[in-house]
């Protein structure tokens, strides 16, 4: 017992933190300044604050330990916006961007250290608040005391730092335990700093001094003087979105060991209604016979419920160690997503047997039975089939739909609410068809021209003027394509897909993929011809808009060509996923995309891509390459049951025609990826 008690004492102090605060700006922080702290992996949060004169809003996400990234929406209160307020766009307003990386972290041991970071504020863009800053940050644990230090340069100008003290988070009192008081030096240039706002050049005092109070580490709000004249205060809101295991357990999937049958019926009846039991498809049952093996029986399985490959395969190996008799020599899974076969698994019966009378590990059992490339399935005059079924022929969804565009001359924020209802099954021959309508209910849409008055652009309008498919009250056939995949072996794969892709264009595409079982490494090329579509109808822009150097818009022939070499690489230890695509994009300009993709244990993906091309598009005085970020949210988090069901948000810097693509169905890599090693097994 006395072992136990100091095991559970160092585990309270090796786990024991100081509250963690963001600041006005939702970065680790104070209330204007930084530190060195950093919020943990996976950790979003959302913010408010009144920081007079602005307002802002605000996002926190930090992929990594190390890195925290936060996009935020400063406005200007009572500033009209000087080219286009008086059309709707009201005061004045500007998105800033900024990271922090930490150089030390309180994981590296190095003792009585202190942490230390390096941190970016505005970096892109009209940079208006631009700053660079290196900070310190000690933590006293024992005397609930922090303390930072450090220097900037740009807005934070010159050395800043700040003290939290929290004597409450021991009490016994519950109300008080998340209650701190803090205090900062504000080293911010006020009074010269050119983008500031004119009521907020005035300081009679760079100390800021307020309290925060956290309920548990969802919501802070903090309050505090601020330059000596007003009063600021911040709500947010924290989830640890990339480590939750989900808001409710799962409680609606089955016990991975319960079988769903009759013992006394035969085994293709026992199969079939065990994975029918455990929520996944089987789809047929034969048995072969090799003269060198024995007796064989082949599965054909869909996976439809679990996320994660490891779940899937479990429940396989659980259904088969329980039902394979001794006379069938070995089993072989054939794996189906999306009308392609992805992959195999060869399981002999020995083994199985083995697993069941726990004389191997499930471990070992993976080791010994690992994951192949998807064997051809034999002829069905060699077989005996046991059970078949046909495919789907239709599954019919619906769904609410939220559509946003930030910056629009007529307001800083457009919307366009509706329900999408689609179908999507197989025809004969493995051909998947993909069906989808919209009808926009509410939308805020309306009069805008798709064109950017300030900032034009002089290359093919192919995707600047996306928001006029997207008009309340208005029914739209969004998606009505075909697609056939094909897994020609030795991980070589070819899909074709010919019909409307999406609101914007419609044709014909191909691509092919070299993804070998196991490999981290996947090469591919995709090339397709589009048409550019009405706005309302289902006909097509033969010509679309184009501004020449001396600034008029013409109407050229368009037919939209796009072609790419594409590189995926899975980086296992960190968890990320690459992607570089090189080519021609719709706009004619060609040059190369780079995306990287964060991969949290539980699926939440999060993204962020930039574009090089050679179209020369210009905004505010700079030349522009697309750039963004996206967020891919498992439904099942907030479910009782397993999901593969996904919740989607991308956003560009800027909605414009460079590095732009049209959508060409569903791709082979992102299909065959998310079969065979997604979420990654680290």
Partial sequence: MCDLELVAEIERRVCDELPFFYNYSLTGGYFTMPTARLPQGGTLAVGASSVSPYRIYGVNFAPFDRLELTASYRIFHGIMESNFGHEGFGDDADRVASFKLSLLHKEDGLGAAPELAFGLEDFIGTKRFHSLYVVATKQWKEADLELSLGWGKGRIHGLFGGVSYSPFRRLGLAFLRGCSLLAEYDANRYK???????????????????????????????????????????????????????????????????????????????LRSSFEGQGIDLYSIALFYDPAVGKELWLRVVNNRYRQERELRSRIEEILSAHIPKEIARVKVVIEAQGVVSHSYTFHTIYLHSYRENKISRHALDILCPMKEAESWRGEYEAALLFNRKREAWTFTLHPRLLTFFGSAKGKFKYSIGTVAAASGYLPGAVIYQLQAAYDIFSSMHGLSGSDRLNPSHLLQVRSDSMRYFRARTLSLEQAYLQRSWNVGKGFFWRAAAGYFEPAYAGIAAEWLCYPVGSDLSLGFEGACVLKRHYKDLGFFHKIRKRTKHHREKKVPFVGLQGFFHLHYDFTPLALNFDVTIGQFLARDRGIKIEATRIFSNGVCFSLWTTFTNGKDVINGHRYFDKGFAFSIPLDIFLRQSSRTYLGYAMSAWLRDVGATAETGRRLYPTLYEERAFPPQL
């Fill in 192 to 270: 010269r700093h050119a983008a500031e706002h004119p009521k907020g050049r005035e300081v009679s005092c760079r100390v800021n001094v307020g309290l925060a109070y956290k309920i548990g580490d969802l919501f802070q709000f903090s309050v505090s003087t601020l330059r000596g004249k007003k009063v600021a205060g911040m709500l947010s809101a924290a989830f640890p979105l990339g480590t939750t295991d989900g808001l409710f357990p799962k409680t609606q999937d089955s016990d991975p060991c319960e079988t769903f049958c009759d013992p006394k019926s035969d085994l293709a009846e026992r």
